[in-house]
């Protein structure tokens, strides 16, 4: 691949391309997971983890109750 190339090729490198609205880069872990909690907590149907490291035993907030 040659810089003349472009990285996201739907159907190749990628599923889609799409415009996102917003964006935010996450560098926290606490950050990260505080986010997550708050992402789960909005889910109106189903929640689904594939191939997450996530220990069952990992807090969301320290010293939360979650």
Do not use: S
Not at 29 to 35: I, K, Q, R, V
């Amino acid at each position: 691949m040659n810089r003349d190339e472009p990285l996201l090729v739907p159907g190749q490198t990628c599923w889609r391309v799409a415009q996102a609205n917003r964006f935010a880069p996450v560098v926290d872990g606490a950050d990260y997971l505080t986010l997550v909690k708050a992402a789960m907590l909005r889910a109106e149907r189903r929640i689904m983890l594939i191939g997450w490291d996530l220990d069952h035993r990992t807090t969301f907030e320290p010293g939360g109750a979650t």
